[in-house]
């Protein structure tokens, strides 16, 4: 049993290291574009700028219709498998929903941000084809193709931004879409060798198995949309509504760290694609045990990028974006509250035992909880009110998921949280990062010397913390 869960802890590591390297450099050259576009756009053209990938990631969650997340439940000839028993006529019912989104998000992008109507319609159809490519790649376990073509297209990304940014949100356009027509065509050709491969190494699969796998993938669909609308529903609506100035500071307070939901993402997908693997052989104190591991990994990322935004909040925001959105600190303090919660994967057990009911209910309590509590939290605080009421519907949520969890193995609940791990780490990092914080500013360095100190030691703690784990339970690749 020991030698079981260790293998799984290294296989649960070692992929979650391949998904995230796999996901990170896209995530990293949009999030240093941001950076960039902050520098040297104004107000008003930053403030489009962040309309269009706003609005893009706001729609593309209902182009996505949940594949990503419910394609990585299974093997990659599983997935193809089950992609053959879908009908041409189901195809062609997504083809129509792609087609309608598309002409929705150009016409947005037409009407408010002054982009042509074609290039913003044929940039989403490419971007939504390649969230499905890069899901069924990861199906197959594909980490090396995705981290090469995506480390190329990363910097493609970023070559591009440099040369146009300068000119407006039009002139990037069509040559980045050119360049996701590439990145797609790349991932189409992999997915047909791998295709190929994968083939008669299933049975095709018999009617309870299609209708299982279906009421799954409408159930993680549901979800799916559900968590990108509550991640994105307040900087959507403002973006129509708020004047550009506001916008701006506001998306960059409520801003998510580039590589953060990639890590969570990263070891949640690694955990459910073990346990797709090992289904015969699961046992609740295995399932607990490697729980306890995923959340020693993201816990010792979280917690010191947690400590370092609190307490560096200001050298933050003035460093990276400049002193125009300095108004935003304590919008940022209180979208950062956020972060512990991260530290736990609430949903990767559910996702494992196919209960995407309970995660549907609990993601849609959640925004509705979040949406109820937007306007009058506004009203008390004011805008740092806004990204308030997000954090608390949050952390509603999580202790839903942990009590659905508990009765699913009938455990109880906090044996399925490592407390004294995680309450270890969090006075740890606490002390790291305030001390430093007051022995830097002590030193009357300026705010760029304060803020890259400390990012120092935010990549000495996390990597030493992270092999502190990962050597626990030995080799993890």
């Given at each position: 049993m020991q030698a079981e869960n260790k293998q799984g802890k290294q296989s649960v590591a070692g992929s979650s290291l391949y998904l995230f390297a796999a996901k990170f450099f896209p995530a990293l050259a949009i999030f240093l574009a941001v950076?960039?576009?902050?520098?040297?756009?104004?107000?008003?053209?930053?403030?489009?700028?962040?309309?269009?990938?706003?609005?893009?990631?706001?729609?593309?969650?209902?182009?996505?219709?949940?594949?990503?997340?419910?394609?990585?439940t299974f093997s990659g000839a599983k997935a193809?498998?089950?992609?053959r028993e879908i009908t041409v006529k189901r195809y062609a019912l997504y083809l129509v929903l792609l087609s309608l989104l598309s002409v929705l998000f150009g016409g947005l992008q037409y009407r408010y941000n002054g982009s042509s109507f074609t290039t913003s319609a044929v940039f989403f159809f490419l971007y939504a084809g390649l969230m499905l490519s890069d899901a069924l790649l990861t199906a197959f376990r594909a980490y090396r193709w995705l981290i090469g073509v995506n480390l190329c297209y990363a910097t493609?990304?970023?070559?591009?931004?440099?040369?146009?940014?300068?000119?407006?949100?039009?002139?990037?356009?069509?040559?980045?879409?050119?360049?996701?027509?590439?990145?797609?065509?790349?991932?189409?050709?992999?997915?047909?060798?791998?295709?190929?491969?994968?083939?008669?190494?299933?049975?095709?699969?018999?009617?309870?198995?299609?209708?299982?796998?279906?009421?799954?993938?409408?159930?993680?669909?549901?979800?799916?949309?559900?968590?990108?609308?509550?991640?994105?529903?307040?900087?959507?609506?403002?973006?129509?509504?708020?004047?550009?100035?506001?916008?701006?500071?506001?998306t960059n307070a409520t801003i998510e760290i580039a590589f953060l939901p990639l890590v969570f993402s990263a070891v949640s997908s690694a955990a459910i694609q073990h346990w797709a693997h090992q289904q015969e052989r699961k046992t609740i104190e295995g399932q607990i045990d490697l729980l306890h591991h995923a959340s020693a990994l993201l816990s010792s990322v979280v917690f010191p990028l947690f400590f370092f935004l609190l307490f560096f909040r200001e050298e933050f925001l003035v460093t990276l974006f400049s002193e125009k959105y300095s108004s935003g600190v304590w919008i940022f303090v209180c979208a950062q509250l956020v972060l512990p919660v991260r530290a736990y994967p609430f949903t990767a057990l559910l996702q494992s035992h196919h209960r995407g009911d309970i995660i549907n209910k609990g993601a849609l309590i959640d925004f509705l909880m979040a949406?109820?509590?937007?306007y009058p939290m506004y009203c008390l605080l004011g805008l740092p009110g806004v990204a308030l009421a997000f954090v608390i519907s949050t952390y509603w949520q999580a202790g839903y998921y942990l009590l659905s969890a508990a009765r699913i193995l009938q455990v109880p609940v906090l044996s399925l949280l490592p407390l004294r791990l995680l309450a270890r780490k969090m006075v740890l990092f606490a002390l790291i990062f305030g001390s430093s914080w007051w022995a830097l500013s002590q030193a009357s360095l300026s705010r760029p010397v304060v803020f890259w100190s400390g990012m120092g030691i935010l990549a000495l703690t996390g990597i030493c913390s992270l092999a502190y784990e990962w050597k626990k339970n030995g080799k993890i690749i």
């Open positions: 950076l960039y576009c902050a520098h040297i756009l104004d107000t008003e053209a930053y403030a489009r700028y962040q309309n269009f990938w706003t609005q893009l990631i706001f729609l593309s969650a209902v182009a996505g219709i949940g594949f990503p997340a419910f394609i990585i193809m498998s089950l992609l493609g990304f970023l070559l591009i931004h440099y040369l146009q940014a300068g000119n407006g949100l039009g002139a990037l356009l069509l040559p980045l879409s050119a360049l996701l027509a590439l990145r797609l065509l790349l991932n189409l050709y992999r997915i047909r060798a791998l295709q190929g491969a994968s083939a008669g190494e299933l049975p095709p699969q018999s009617g309870n198995e299609s209708s299982s796998a279906r009421t799954l993938w409408l159930q993680l669909g549901i979800n799916d949309i559900i968590q990108v609308f509550f991640r994105w529903i307040d900087k959507f609506i403002f973006s129509f509504i708020l004047a550009d100035e506001l916008f701006a500071v506001y949406c109820l509590l937007m």
